[in-house]
């Protein structure tokens, strides 16, 4: 007996709906689910047939990067940019952080990419503008750049490994307070009350904030001084 064919007309693959279904899987599941199999099988397709749109797992590693980053500056688009260079820089980092936080896989991601993408380097573009609106001269926005490294973008680098301690029994900090006091007192005490705020370890919003702050705050006091390099600024303070 033959079988009724299914009348629900089915919607073609492209390159933008591979991408988004790559970005939902690893949203539900995490990176390493991302798989081109598992990517055919979300899409209810032949794993050959993705091929037609994305060349093999690094396009679509690629592909997903440019796309948190196009999320990214349609959000920031849409703001509205309070008085003054620090809050507006300050508002557009935690803009794109809040996209980080959507998407908790990217920013290891991000961070194993050879080439910047366009839609990042967009971003990066807007953000030098508000910066020289500001009164920073080109060699201060580079400096700044270096010293907010991925904060830029919305998220910090990890510290420590957290992999080297997710193993570790509930005693182990006590067994090594007699080697290292000073961590092990710092470790004990403090907590992260709010882990939506979390993009790694020990990575939450309040700390990004203070990081944030401090090196907007130091890049205030060097913003308007006379042109130079920010060795001979630094010099001169």
């Not at 099988?41 to 091929?51: D, H, K, V």
């Not at 366009?118 to 580079?142: C, E, I, K, N, Q």
């Not at 009350?193 to 702050?213: A, H, K, N, R, V």
Request: proline share 5%; hydrophobic share 40%.
């Amino acid at each position: 007996m033959a079988t009724e064919a299914d009348p629900r007309p089915r919607t073609p693959l492209s390159r933008e709906r591979v991408l988004r279904a790559a970005v939902a899987l690893a949203d539900e599941h995490g990176l390493r689910a991302l798989t081109m199999r598992r990517l055919a099988e979300e899409l209810g397709a032949e794993a050959m047939s993705l091929y037609y749109h994305v060349a093999k797992k690094e396009d679509v590693l690629d592909g997903i990067v440019d796309a948190v980053a196009e999320e990214i500056n349609e959000a920031v688009a849409g703001l509205r940019p309070p008085e003054g260079w620090k809050p507006a820089v300050r508002q557009r980092i935690l803009t794109a952080r809040e996209v980080f936080l959507r998407h908790r896989w990217a920013p290891g991601l991000f961070e194993t990419r050879s080439s910047t993408s366009l839609a990042v380097l967009r971003y990066y573009d807007a953000l030098v503008g508000l910066m020289r609106d500001g009164g920073f001269s080109y060699d201060l926005v580079h400096h700044s750049l270096h010293a907010l490294g991925s904060r830029a973008l919305g998220f910090s680098q990890e510290l420590f490994d957290p992999s080297e301690s997710a193993d570790a029994p509930p005693d182990a900090l006590a067994e090594l307070a007699g080697q290292l006091p000073n961590l092990v007192g710092m470790l004990s005490e403090i907590a992260h009350d709010d882990p939506d705020s979390t993009l790694g370890w020990c990575d939450d919003q309040e700390e990004f904030e203070f990081g944030l702050d401090i090196i907007l705050d130091g890049l205030d006091r060097l913003r308007g001084r006379d042109p130079g390099s920010v060795a001979q600024q630094v010099e001169r303070s």
